[in-house]
């Protein structure tokens, strides 16, 4: 009984004491990114074992060290301790703090140790210098791509940071030859078979060689961007800034240029030792051509030499001047350094013509008589037998391209007859790039010259030259991603025209079909226009009948579809943002006579209604057809042949329909009189045919406000006349006089139009009293001024006397940028009035703006926004490879961090 007693004591502790036993509790551990970290499960009121720290991973720029674990997400306050008992389930997160990591990216197998720093940041110490076999190390540099244009100096030490980053050194080779460049790094062009390669700058003759020449010369000055200047207009916050010209705040032409040192230390000095600079210590580009002095002194820079090392000095200069000169090698470009009679475009160099020019053994004329004289190893002096300007001698000083004395006079034989700048005898590079190889039938290979004395502003670090059999197969080669670009003709432009990488240049000049109403101006025998062409459906008709989009990317390519008989292109000032065919005043005429932009006009079933309404009316009046019309078009090109038979084929096959039967009796006819360029032009003088194709112009893309009047309505009082343009006669009109002309003037000229012109008005109420005013400004005031009709600011008028006015002197006149604010709104106000009365009357059908393209490869990034009238598509400083591994993150751009960083 007392054993069973016991038992059941026994039992009865046991459930007492499971019935008292501690409850489990759970801890979960929050990294925060780190590590994952298993969670603990203890009874309450136990201890945690602490485990192992976990690790997180930073990045280039930030490291990160485990502080502890808190309580709160935020890791604030007290650290969790790991002998504090736990009570509850709860959640430990981890507390990091960050360290500023530096690091340095070699460009090699080699390390340099990365520095970590206080969150706050600090200094960083310069690390010792990494080395690499076959190059010199340039420095640390924030951009991948080292010594660039915008990054034009390596990073000073100690260096002061705030947040991390990725140093990168730069490496520049020690023989620039020596390197052979991956596709990636390269870009490559191409010239067809037979292109004259002569590399010579005394003989070369095209301006191809005259490019590569460039390559391996120094310049002693050059033009580029005035960034001051265009920050100081408000047109970029930092230089290399071209986002207000990206969003269209700007046009690219308010960045102006200004003349830079490259291979000089001066700009030139006159006789009295002026230099003539600015305030600021730059070239007066306004007043150097009028500064004039019979001497001028060049001082060039000490660290310029050849690629085998040889220093140039002025000694150099006078040898290749008397390269250039020496009466025996009766050299090419000899003309550029002396002026005569019968040469007047080259220096005026004291004797210089002389000297070329005298009979060797019959005359002589020592060489110390000609006008170059050294003043010190690296300073010479040019004297004139005539006064010359600062900006005359920038260009003379320029046209020294420098020949390697010692390589050039091994190129003559017997003094003459050099071979210099072929395969057998290459140029000796002091420029940009040198070549490295040179293969006259396969292909011409340039490598950047690393010891070129403006290398931060070459980025392609190797150039080819592909030589191809022709254009077939430079089309080919682009296809196959050989080429890096391709310039596009008539024959591949189609395939390209919408490529994301085409970059199209202008010419200034429109091309257009006249259409004469005025008669002939032969006094016998003259053409006759058939009644037809003074109905102005019939012009409507052939205006909506032409395919632009087609010709200019299959016929006449690769120039831009226009509906404008001025260059698509222009604008009323260079620094407009906006082009006139991009303005709202335009789009509102396209939409009032229901023209969709993106067709240039082509609207077919329109001019096959206006022609069969002109037709039938024509037929009418007794009449009986076809329209025959006479063209005349020179055969002397095959491009102008295929013009033509474009021409002729598609507007007979349009309005005679596209079922015509050419054995039924035909409605429309366009006979080409054939004939050499001499014979077409003097039909076109003399006015001796119904259409013509033109191509007149001015070459110009400003001045939309006097062009457009010109081209379209008055060309033939204006100079044009001879040239095929008979605008604005009509001889379907009565006679007609006004200030401007007298005879019979056509309807276009003598209709009514209504332009606001209000800012042109308030500006002339502003200066009316001056001395000065013109007197076709208070002509035009008068015109302005408040009558019953019409409000002040406002001309109403004939299309005729606006247009005429125009081409005199106006208050409009610029060419930069508007002389009052709102001109560029009035002359849009006023062009879309000339375009309204255009498309209703037709005076000719505008086909292109003639233009240039080229496509590049994908790899190829241009980096300058626009086409400039000064800059094109701007130096190779704005263009790299995002395939070369140093620009694959482009170009870091040392003034924008500065500006970000102020901002």
């Given amino acids: 009984m007392l054993k069973k007693l016991f038992a059941l004591g026994l039992v009865a502790l046991l459930g007492l004491l499971a019935a008292c036993a501690a409850p489990k509790v759970t801890v979960t551990f929050d990294s925060q990114g780190g590590s994952p970290v298993d969670p603990q499960t203890v009874d309450s009121g136990s201890t945690l074992v602490e485990p192992e720290d976990p690790t997180k991973e930073g990045d280039a720029t930030t490291a990160y060290t485990f502080t502890g674990w808190y309580t709160t997400a935020a890791a604030t306050g007290e650290e969790f301790t790991f002998d504090t008992p736990v009570t509850a389930d709860m959640t430990l997160y981890a507390g990091w703090t960050t360290q500023v990591v530096v690091r340095f990216n070699t460009k090699t197998s080699a390390s340099v140790p990365t520095q970590y720093l206080p969150s706050e940041g600090g200094s960083v110490s310069a690390p010792t210098p990494p080395t690499r076999e076959g190059y010199r190390f340039g420095g640390w540099f924030r951009g991948k791509a080292g010594l660039t244009w915008l990054e034009p100096q390596a990073v000073s030490f100690p260096l002061e940071v705030t947040a991390g980053l990725t140093l990168f050194a730069y490496w520049e080779p020690l023989n620039s030859k020596a390197v052979n460049y991956a596709d990636a790094e390269t870009y490559t062009t191409s010239v067809t078979e037979g292109t004259s390669l002569i590399l010579n700058p005394l003989t070369y003759q095209w301006s191809h060689e005259d490019a590569f020449i460039d390559m391996l010369s120094t310049s002693l000055y ?6 001051a200047k265009a920050i100081a207009d408000g047109a970029a916050d930092y230089i290399g800034d071209f986002t207000k010209v990206v969003d269209r705040e700007f046009s690219i032409e308010a960045f102006d240029y200004r003349q830079i040192k490259v291979g000089a230390t001066n700009f030139p000095i006159d006789a009295d030792g002026n230099e003539h600079l600015t305030p600021d210590g730059g070239y007066d580009r306004l007043n150097a051509p009028t500064i004039n002095s019979t001497s001028w002194t060049y001082n060039i820079r000490q660290d310029m030499k050849f690629e085998d090392g040889l220093a140039i000095t002025a000694d150099t200069y006078e040898y290749t001047l008397k390269q250039y000169l020496d009466p025996q090698q009766n050299n090419y470009r000899s003309t550029i350094f002396y002026q005569d009679g019968s040469e007047t475009n080259g220096a005026p160099i004291v004797n210089a013509a002389e000297y070329r020019k005298q009979v060797v053994n019959e005359t002589t004329v020592a060489w110390s008589s000609v006008g170059f004289e050294k003043l010190g190893t690296y300073s010479f002096k040019l004297t004139f037998w005539k006064p010359v300007s600062q900006s005359a001698a920038v260009g003379y000083g320029n046209n020294f391209r420098l020949v390697h004395p010692t390589a050039y006079a091994a190129s003559l034989t017997n003094g003459i007859n050099s071979t210099y700048g072929t395969p057998d005898s290459p140029y000796v590079s002091y420029g940009s790039y040198v070549i490295k190889s040179w293969d006259e039938n396969q292909m011409l290979v340039f490598n950047k010259n690393y010891d070129y004395v403006a290398k931060e502003t070459i980025n392609y670090k190797s ?26 003709s008539n024959s591949n432009y189609a395939a390209y025209a919408e490529a994301d990488n085409l970059f199209r240049s ?13 008669g002939s101006r032969k006094v016998e025998n003259g053409h006759e226009q058939p009644e037809i062409m003074f109905d102005k459906r019939f012009r409507q008709a052939m205006l909506f009948g032409f395919d632009r989009n087609y010709y200019a990317s299959s016929v006449y390519a690769p120039n ?14 260079l620094q407009d943002p906006l082009l006139f065919g991009e303005s709202p005043q335009h789009l509102a005429v396209l939409e009032k006579h229901n023209i969709d932009p993106s067709t240039n006009g082509y609207i077919p079933e329109r001019a096959v209604q206006l022609f069969d309404a002109a037709y039938a009316d024509w037929l009418t009046a007794g009449n009986t057809g076809p329209v025959v019309l006479k063209y005349v078009a020179s055969n002397s090109t095959e491009l102008n042949v295929a013009l033509a038979n474009y021409l002729e084929s598609s507007y007979e096959l349009l309005f005679n329909g596209a079922g015509f039967n050419p054995l039924a009796p ?10 050499n360029q001499a014979t077409t032009s003097a039909a076109q003088r003399d006015w001796e045919f119904d259409i013509a194709l033109l191509n007149v112009g001015f070459g110009s893309s400003v001045g939309s406000q006097w062009q457009y009047p010109f081209i379209a309505f008055i060309g033939a009082d204006l100079g044009g006349a001879n040239l095929g ?26 209709s009514e139009i209504t332009v606001d012109l209000t800012n042109t008005y308030n500006y002339l109420l502003e200066i009316k009293d001056d001395e000065d005013v013109l007197p076709e400004y208070l002509l035009l005031l008068e015109k302005l001024e408040e009558t019953e009709d019409k409000e002040a600011g406002i001309y109403k008028g004939t299309n005729g006397w606006l247009a005429f006015f125009n081409v005199g002197n106006t208050p409009w006149d610029a060419t930069a940028a508007e002389p009052f604010v709102g001109a560029t709104q009035d002359i849009w106000n006023m062009l879309a009035a000339f375009e309204d009365i255009f498309l209703e009357h037709v005076s000719m059908i505008p086909t292109v703006t003639r233009a240039d393209a080229v496509v590049y490869k994908s790899n190829v990034v241009v980096t300058w926004p626009q086409y400039s009238l000064a800059f094109g598509w701007g130096s190779n400083r704005y263009r790299y490879l995002n395939t070369d591994a140093d620009f694959e993150n482009g170009i870091y751009n040392t003034y924008k961090a500065a500006f970000e960083a102020q901002a």
């Avoid at 035909?666 to 004939?675: E, H, P, S």
């Avoid at 604005?728 to 309807?747: H, R, T």
Wanted: aromatic share 14%.
């Fill in 666 to 675: 035909a409605k429309f006819d366009i006979q080409i009189q054939w004939g």
């Fill in 463 to 488: 150039q080819v030259v592909q030589i191809v059999e022709d254009i077939a197969t430079q089309t080919q080669l682009f296809e196959q991603g050989v080429l890096s670009v391709l310039g596009l």
């Fill in 560 to 573: 831009v579809p226009s509906l404008l008989p001025i260059p698509s292109d222009a604008k009323a000032y």
């Fill in 725 to 750: 343009l008979s605008q604005p006669y009509d001889l379907s009109q009565p006679l007609y006089e006004d200030d401007w002309v007298e005879g019979n003037m056509a309807e276009y000229y003598t």
């Fill in 222 to 227: 050059t033009t580029e961007v005035d960034w």
């Fill in 506 to 518: 202008w010419s200034g000049y429109p091309q257009y079909i006249t259409m004469n109403l005025a």
